[in-house]
């Protein structure tokens, strides 16, 4: 059964633009974890300020290899080198997404949540 880790992101007003160019000019290298079922940057629009990043993983344990693997801190090192903040802290220990010139991190807060999918569907063949 997949598992649903979404990273939820609070983000300024003024950073959302950031954020966004933060996220199309990321590593790319999650495509290649294993068990890595899909990734999603989902902006808000309605009912909530916060963007969610959406990733759909194989098992639990596919997530926490590659959390504590190099394709996460490889893709997220820039993001603590660019928010010019947390020298040597790993990712995480900061808030936010992002290598943006050293304005600092573009959000201000993050949490995760974890779901199980109990029941899914893909359009008809
Ligand atoms: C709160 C801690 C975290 C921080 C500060 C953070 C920061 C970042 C940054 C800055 C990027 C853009 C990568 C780049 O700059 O090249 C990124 C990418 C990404 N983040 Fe996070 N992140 C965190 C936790 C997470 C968690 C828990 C997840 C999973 C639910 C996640 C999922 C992703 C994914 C899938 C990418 C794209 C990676 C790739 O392209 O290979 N992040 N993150």
Do not use: C
């Not at 199309?24 to 969610?52: H, I, K, Q």
């Not at 573009?106 to 063949?125: D, I, L, N, R």
């Amino acid at each position: 059964m997949s598992v649903v880790k979404i990273n939820v992101l609070t983000v300024p007003a003024e950073m959302r633009a950031e954020l966004e160019k933060r996220f199309s000019d990321r590593a790319g290298m999650v495509e290649s974890a294993d068990g890595f079922e899909w990734f999603e940057l989902l902006r808000p629009v309605e009912g909530t300020e916060r963007y969610l990043v959406y990733t759909r993983w194989r098992s639990e344990e596919d997530f926490q290899k590659w959390q504590q693997g190099e394709a996460f801190r490889r893709g997220h090192a820039q993001a603590a080198a660019q928010a010019g903040e947390n020298q040597g802290q790993e990712p995480g220990q900061g808030h936010g997404h992002g290598h943006g010139h050293g304005q600092g991190p573009a959000a201000s807060g993050s949490e995760v949540w974890t779901f199980e999918v109990a029941e899914s569907t893909g359009p008809k063949a």
